[in-house]
């Protein structure tokens, strides 16, 4: 590997780094299906989704209907991944899960029957109101005006010590075609929270304020006008199973007579809103819930194809950075040389684009290390490792600091982190194989910023720095061997 002449890199200022860092989340808002697949990398959070994308895009989302062509496109681009996925595991059991469920999701499309899920806290009303309301479903569809639907109960959300976790019900109620959504009163912050994951996946959800026979009539109206206000989705007041109430009847004789009685259920408004919502276009339902069924299952293949291929890229990379510290420490220079570092990089892109299977010329592998190591030193994290590194060799009192070793150190480092962004920015791509690569910038800034700051925690830079210090630094044993040998 030959070293181009070392120059010293200022970097940016400290302070304007850091503040470059705490505004890192704001940028980590993805669109459309990114946001779904992204969901799922972070260990199948739903919740993860930032309310900001919701304000931002639901509104227009929910407007663009699915037509079936779309869906038939998704599930071919599906196959697509799980074909490379067959190719890349050992593991042929989960293709071939993956294949049935994929055969099952093309006859979906045609599936007759609509599916309503009724969800919400522990003791809201669900069972009650399933059961209430398929009585009065069934007369409408024997006179025909209202689809065929089945309702189904998840497990209550919110219950801590539950086998389901909230993640669980929200993606069973994600597979639906509408979502019935309890509260008993005012939303809780859980409530509100679950009910914005349900619109940033564009779900279909009702809101229903049940158990109303609970309040005083005006306060209903208040409760029921704060809900309105709070979510813009179709909000419904219901007595699945109102209490019984005091009737007094003032006879003829003047007498008061006083009786118990037993209202009967008040679901009216909610059988409206449903029919309405069933009954229009029920084929655009299916074919929606159809494609988000899609969208997770492919997004379930490419993680477990991700994974494969994180795994051979993190190999990959730990080669380079070893490489890169060598170089750095044999050749110690004030500040750190970035484009000698970046030069290494070139073949490390050209090898993680193989893994990724995104193709890239050794030319283009050039630009993108050198585009990367330019972002490095513009966003400062070239001046914010070194520090970092310097500290934390100070920090572990490790006596043996030869010459080189924190900008040997500090460039294993910064190519890890570029490694890193790489593997991050590549699982994010489609897997459908590109010709010609062309680099996202923005993203890939992104990308960079996030990882740089996942791997700027202590425990993470301690245990970076001690593994450098081995790989750069003669090992006790063997000095301890050197000097008895000495000594004998
Ligand atoms: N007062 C009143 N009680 C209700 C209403 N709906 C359900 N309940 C009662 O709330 C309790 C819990 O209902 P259930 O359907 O089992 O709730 P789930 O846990 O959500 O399935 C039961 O005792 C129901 O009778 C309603 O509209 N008004
Ligand atoms: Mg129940």
């Known amino acids: 590997m030959k070293l181009q002449r070392p ?30 697949l992204s969901l799922l990398a972070v260990g199948g959070g739903l919740w993860l989704l930032k309310s900001n994308r919701t304000q931002n895009s639901s509104q227009s989302l929910s407007s663009v209907p699915v037509d079936r062509t779309t869906v038939e496109a998704s599930i071919a681009k599906a196959q697509a991944v799980v074909n490379q996925l067959a190719q890349e595991t050992e593991n042929p059991l989960t293709v071939g899960t993956l294949r049935e469920q994929l055969t099952r999701l093309t006859a ?58 909230d993640v669980d019900v929200l993606t069973h109620a994600n597979k639906s075609d509408v979502v019935l959504f309890l509260t008993n009163g005012d939303l809780t912050d859980s409530e509100f929270q679950s009910l914005q994951q349900l619109k940033a996946i564009n779900q279909n959800t009702i809101l229903v304020f049940n ?18 206000h709070r979510m813009s989705s179709i909000v419904v007041a ?35 809103q449903l029919g309405e919502m069933l009954t229009q276009q029920p084929e655009q339902l299916v074919w929606a819930t159809t494609m988000r069924k899609v969208l997770l299952l492919k997004a379930e293949a490419k993680n477990l194809l991700n994974e494969i291929r994180r795994d051979r890229a993190v ?32 073949q ?36 914010l490792s070194s520090k970092a ?40 791509q489609e897997v459908a194989i590109h010709s010609g690569t062309v680099l996202n910038l923005d993203k890939l800034r992104q990308t960079l910023r996030s990882v740089f700051q996942q791997n700027q925690q202590m425990a993470i830079l301690q245990s970076f720095v001690k593994q450098g210090v081995k790989h750069l630094t003669p090992q006790p044993q063997q000095l301890q061997l050197v000097k008895s040998e000495i000594s004998a």
Request: charged share 15%; glycine share 8%; with cysteine.
């Open 238 to 272: 219901t007595a699945a199973s109102p209490s019984l109430i005091k009737v007094r009847k003032h006879q003829e004789d003047g007498c008061v007579q006083e009786s118990l009685e037993l209202p009967t259920p008040d679901i009216q408004q909610l059988t409206q």
């Open 348 to 383: 490390m892109v050209m090898d993680l684009g193989g893994i990724y299977q995104q193709k890239f010329s050794s030319e283009q592998a050039q630009t993108v290390a050198g585009t990367m190591g330019s972002l490095m030193v513009k966003l400062g994290l070239v001046e």
């Open 315 to 346: 190999k990959s990379i730990e080669q380079y950075q070893w490489i890169a510290a060598a170089a750095a420490f044999a050749n110690p220079v004030p500040a750190l040389d970035i484009l000698a570092t970046a030069a290494i990089n070139a």
């Open 389 to 428: 590194v310097s500290t934390v060799l100070k920090t572990n009192a490790i006596t043996f600091v030869a010459g080189g070793l924190v900008q040997g150190v500090s460039a294993a480092y910064l190519t890890r982190i570029a490694g890193l962004t790489l593997v991050e920015y590549f699982q994010q």
């Open 108 to 165: 979906e499309l045609d599936r007759q029957e609509m599916i309503a899920v009724v969800t919400g806290g522990k003791s809201v009303g669900k069972t009650t109101l399933i059961e209430v309301l398929k009585s009065s479903w069934c007369q409408n569809v024997e006179t025909g005006s209202f689809s065929l639907v089945e309702f189904q109960e998840t497990p209550p959300l919110f219950v801590k010590a539950s086998e389901n976790s």
């Open 7 to 36: 120059i010293l890199v200022g970097g940016l200022g400290l302070s304007f780094s850091l503040w470059m860092l705490q505004n890192l989340h704001h940028s980590m808002v993805q669109i459309g299906e990114f946001s779904l």
């Open 211 to 228: 158990k109303q026979d609970q309040y005083l009539p005006d306060e209903r109206v208040s409760v029921l006008q704060s809900l309105k």
